[in-house]
C-alpha cells in the first residue's frame, strides 16, 4: 500500500475489502485497474490470476456458495468487464454472494464516444443487486460496504462496483477508513403462523418436505432431518438442496428437477400438503410440481414467497428457518408412517444399486456416479458442470452432508466445474474435490486448467467425453427423434492435462475407474480422467420414466 499520506481511492479500496474478511481476489490485471494491483501487492488479499475472466467469477461464485461470504472477482473495462457477466449472472441466480469490480475509463470521457467504453453499471444492473460507480473518493467506503451487505444478506447475490480510473488515482483524506463490517441480526417467525402451520402438518393427510437451497445457506440441515423423523414426512430436496437430509435417511426421497418426471414428482403429485422449506421457485418452478393449483403449501423460509400464481402459500413462516423447524416441530405430531413414499423408496434404492456391478464399456453414467460414491468420503465435494451430466449427478449422486454436491441449477451455467474445483479446494483443502464435467462444459474453462497447476490446487477433473453436447443431443432425441447441430471432435484429454504441467489418465474399462479415482486423489498435482460414456442411456431413462408414471 501507498504511505498514508499518498493514500490514493484505490487503497482505501482495499483496505476496505480487508475490513469485509476477503482472503482471495480472483481476476486478470488491465490498464484501468492498475492502482488496485499496486493497492493489492502489499495486502493481506492474495490476488489470484486467472486466464479468462468467467473463470475469475465463478471462482468468486463458488467460494461464495461453499463460505457463505463474498467471493470477489476483478476485471479492467470493455471486454474484461463483459467477460464477467456470465459467472456474475450464474452467482445472482443461483444466489451465491459475489462481488464483482470492474476497471472503467476516467470520468473525463464518459461524455464521448471512447475506446473501449460502455457503461457498466446499466450493463450489470440486470444480473446484480446494487451497482454503483465510485465517483468521489470519498464514496469508496460507504460503497464497499453496500455492495457487501447486499451481497451476502439471505437472498444472497452478485453486486458490482465500477472504479474510474481517475478517481482510483485520486488522494484521499487521511480521515478516511472502512466501515465496519455488520452482520445482520437474526429475525424470527411470529408465534401464530408457527402454530397455525403445527395445526396443518398434524392433520394433513399426506404431507411433503420440498427442501430448497435456503436449507444449505440456513445451515438448517440437522434440524430439517430432526422434523422429518419426528414428524413422519417424506422429503425431496432440489438440486441446490443435496445433503439437505442425508440420502441414507429414511425419509429421504432424493433429488427432483431433472427435466422428466421421476419418482419425485409422483410424490408431489399424490401431496396433499407441501411443506416448502428454503424453497426458491428458480430451482424448480411450481409449474412442474403444482399443475393444477390444488395443492396446499406452508412456505418456510427467511423471506416471503415469491410470487406464482401456482406457489400460493396458505401459510407463510417466514424467518429464521433452523428456529421455525424447530419451532413447528415441537408444536406439531404425527404418528402414522408415509408408507407409500417409503415403499416408493425401496424401489428408488433397488434401481440404483442395480447398476453397481455393470461393467459395460464405454461406461453407463449409473456405474460411474456409483463408483465415484465409493471413492469420495461424506465431507468431500463434488462440482457439477451443466449438460447431461448434470441430470445424472442429480438423480445416481446422493450426499450426507450440506455443500457436498454443487450444483448450478439458478442459471444453469456450462463451464463452472474446473474454476469451480479451484475455488472451492482454496477453501477445503483437506478434502477431495472431484469437478464433473461434459466434454462440453470441460472445454468451455479448460484453460484455467493452468490456473489450477500453478496454485497447485490438487482435485480431480472426470470428463464424461461423448463428443457432444449431450444434453441438448438427449432432448432432441426425446423431441424429434434425430439430433442436429451437437457433435464435434476432442482433443487428446490426456496429452492436454500433460501439457499444463497436470496428470492425464484414460478408462479404457469399466474396472478401472476406482483404481484410477484413487491414483488421482493421491498426487499433489491436478489430474484428468477421461471417461467415454455410453449415453445411449439417456433415452432408455426417458423411456423407463415414462413406464414408472404410467406405473405408480
Known amino acids: 500500500m501507498s504511505e498514508k499520506s499518498k493514500r490514493c481511492t484505490a487503497d482505501l479500496l482495499v483496505e476496505c475489502l480487508?475490513?469485509?474478511?476477503?482472503?482471495?481476489i480472483f481476476g486478470i490485471p488491465g490498464e484501468e485497474n492498475l492502482a488496485i494491483m499496486n493497492a493489492l501487492e502489499n495486502s493481506k488479499i492474495q490476488f489470484i490470476t486467472v486466464r479468462h475472466e468467467q473463470g475469475a467469477a465463478f471462482m468468486a461464485d463458488v467460494y461464495g456458495r461453499l463460505t457463505g461470504r463474498a467471493g470477489v472477482c476483478l476485471a479492467t473495462l470493455g471486454p474484461g468487464a463483459t467477460n464477467l457477466v456470465t459467472g456474475v449472472a450464474d452467482a445472482d441466480s443461483d444466489g451465491a454472494p459475489l462481488v464483482a469490480i470492474t476497471g472503467q475509463v476516467g470520468t473525463d470521457r464518459m461524455h464521448?464516444?471512447?475506446h473501449q467504453f460502455l457503461d457498466l453499471t446499466k450493463m450489470f444492473e440486470p444480473i446484480t443487486r446494487r451497482t454503483k460507480?465510485?465517483?468521489?473518493p470519498d464514496t469508496v467506503n460507504e460503497i464497499v460496504r453496500l455492495a457487501f451487505k447486499y451481497a451476502e444478506r439471505e437472498k444472497p447475490g452478485a453486486c458490482h462496483i465500477d472504479l474510474p480510473v481517475n478517481i482510483g488515482l485520486m488522494p484521499i483524506a487521511a480521515s478516511e477508513r472502512p466501515l465496519q463490517k455488520q452482520y445482520p441480526i437474526s429475525e424470527y417467525a411470529s408465534v401464530h403462523t408457527i402454530d397455525e402451520a403445527a395445526e396443518m402438518i398434524s392433520y394433513a393427510k399426506s404431507p411433503v418436505i420440498l427442501a430448497g437451497s435456503g436449507v444449505i445457506r440456513s445451515h438448517a440441515?440437522?434440524?430439517l432431518?430432526?422434523?422429518a423423523e419426528k414428524l413422519k414426512i417424506p422429503v425431496i430436496n432440489t438440486m441446490m438442496a443435496k445433503g439437505a437430509i442425508p440420502f441414507d435417511n429414511k425419509y429421504a426421497m432424493w433429488t427432483v428437477g431433472i427435466p422428466f418426471p421421476d419418482y419425485q414428482n409422483k410424490l408431489l403429485e399424490k401431496a396433499s400438503l407441501v411443506i416448502a422449506v428454503g424453497y426458491d421457485i428458480i430451482e424448480y418452478a411450481p409449474s412442474k410440481w403444482n399443475k393444477s393449483g390444488d395443492v396446499d403449501i406452508i412456505h418456510i423460509d427467511a423471506s416471503p414467497a415469491d410470487i406464482n400464481k401456482l406457489y400460493q402459500a396458505n401459510i407463510e413462516v417466514v424467518g429464521d428457518i433452523p428456529d421455525s423447524l424447530k419451532r413447528i416441530k415441537q408444536k406439531a405430531a404425527r404418528l402414522q408412517e408415509p408408507k407409500e413414499a417409503l415403499a416408493m423408496r425401496k424401489k428408488m434404492v433397488a434401481e440404483h444399486e442395480s447398476y453397481a456391478a455393470d461393467d459395460a464399456f464405454p461406461m453407463k453414467p449409473q456405474r460411474i456416479l456409483n463408483d465415484v460414491r465409493k471413492i469420495m468420503g461424506p465431507d468431500d465435494i463434488v462440482i457439477s458442470d451443466v449438460g447431461a451430466n448434470k441430470v445424472w449427478i442429480a438423480r445416481h449422486y446422493n450426499c450426507y452432508k450440506p455443500n457436498t454436491c454443487i450444483i448450478s441449477n439458478g442459471f444453469a451455467t456450462m463451464g463452472i466445474a474446473v474454476p469451480g474445483a479451484i475455488a472451492?479446494?482454496?477453501?477445503?483443502?483437506?478434502?477431495k474435490i472431484l469437478a464433473i464435467t461434459g466434454d462440453g462444459g470441460f472445454m468451455m474453462n479448460c484453460q484455467e486448467f493452468e490456473t489450477a497447476t500453478r496454485l497447485g490446487t490438487n482435485f480431480v477433473t472426470l470428463i464424461f467425453n461423448d463428443s457432444s453436447y449431450g444434453l441438448i443431443k438427449w432432448k432432441q432425441q426425446a423431441q424429434y427423434n434425430h439430433t442436429y447441430g451437437v457433435d464435434f471432435t476432442n482433443p487428446d484429454f490426456v496429452k492436454f492435462a500433460e501439457s499444463v504441467h497436470a496428470v492425464g489418465f484414460r478408462i479404457k474399462k469399466a474396472d478401472e475407474l476406482i483404481p484410477t479415482l484413487k491414483k488421482a486423489f493421491s498426487l499433489d498435482t491436478p489430474a484428468i480422467i477421461d471417461c467415454q460414456v455410453d449415453y445411449s442411456e439417456n433415452m432408455k431413462l426417458t423411456e423407463h420414466l415414462q413406464k414408472i408414471m404410467n406405473e405408480i
Open 225 to 227: 432431518t430432526a422434523f
Open 18 to 24: 480487508e475490513e469485509e474478511g476477503v482472503k482471495y
Open 221 to 223: 440441515a440437522k434440524e
Open 112 to 114: 464521448i464516444t471512447s
Open 133 to 136: 460507480m465510485v465517483v468521489r
Open 424 to 431: 472451492a479446494k482454496l477453501v477445503n483443502p483437506d478434502k
